[in-house]
Nanobody
Framework: QVQLVESGGGLVQTGDSLKLSCAAS????????MAWFRQVSGKEREFVAA????????DYANSVKGRFTISRDNAKNTVYLQMNSMKPEDTAVYYC????????????????WGQGTQVTVSS
């Protein structure tokens, strides 16, 4: 049974930093491209960042480029999202997701999903 468990969400102020973690089990983590998505109630789930199976390739949404960093530790079956210089518009539920093959921006092609963790940035 595949499980992705996010942690690290919370309430921060504008300009603060936060680091999310996603622990994976039940899949061959080192073969998976991993991504972070976020969703605000009533809106579509949007791509935030992705990393390929060995960490050599990453991609970011324009809205977070230069502020967020995705990384992974295959020995720990964990993917991270370091969020710096946070803004109120970063407020959302953040989800990690995995898929075989290459990085993609569409949430529809991701096969495994976590339950999400709430991130709130106050102004």
């Amino acid at each position: 049974q595949v499980q992705l468990v996010e942690s690290g969400g919370g309430l921060v102020q504008t300009g603060d930093s936060l680091k999310l973690s996603c622990a994976a089990s039940g899949l061959t983590f080192s073969s998976e491209a991993m991504a972070w998505f976020r969703q605000v109630s009533g809106k579509e789930r949007e791509f935030v960042a992705a990393i390929d199976w060995n960490g050599d390739s990453t991609d970011y949404a324009n809205s977070v480029k230069g502020r967020f960093t995705i990384s992974r530790d295959n020995a720990k079956n964990t993917v991270y999202l370091q969020m710096n210089s946070m803004k109120p518009e970063d407020t959302a539920v953040y989800y990690c997701a995995g898929k075989r093959g290459a990085i993609r921006w569409s949430p529809r092609v991701y096969e495994s999903w976590g339950q999400g963790t709430q991130v709130t940035v106050s102004s």
